[in-house]
């Protein structure tokens, strides 16, 4: 069964650099679009923000614009994981970050990690 794990999440400074990794399995990872969301204290699971995601390729990566320039999805389809590289981070930036991928039946997601901003 499809499984993703993330981590590398944690409390940062304002400014700060975080690398979260999300490792796969249960699927040919190649093939699939991965994306990675966030979502902020006291929201839903239906106000996820989609942060950034990434084909199986690679070749397309789009982000949110709140995080353009700050932020970077890549991945690595030997090792089946997919990283998000955060820089600059600011108190907004403050979430519980979910690795996620689909087929045509369903979304699938990871258990999440926090990270916090603050100083």
């Known amino acids: 069964q499809v499984q993703l794990v993330e981590s590398g999440g944690g409390l940062v400074q304002p400014g700060g650099s975080l690398r979260l990794s999300c490792a796969a399995s249960?699927?040919?990872?190649?093939?699939?679009?991965m994306s990675w969301y966030r979502q902020a204290p006291g929201k839903e699971e239906s106000w996820r923000e989609l942060?950034?995601?990434?084909?199986?390729?690679?070749?397309?990566?789009n982000y949110a614009d709140s995080v353009k320039g700050r932020f970077t999805i890549s991945r690595d389809n030997a090792q089946k994981t997919v990283s998000l590289q955060m820089s600059s981070l600011r108190p907004e930036d403050t979430a519980v970050y979910y690795c996620?991928?689909?087929?045509?039946?369903?979304?699938?997601w990871g258990q999440g990690t926090q990270v916090t901003v603050s100083s």
């Open positions: 996620s991928t689909w087929d045509q039946t369903k979304t699938y």
């Open positions: 249960g699927f040919t990872f190649s093939n699939y679009a």
């Open positions: 942060v950034a995601s990434i084909s199986s390729t690679s070749d397309t990566r």
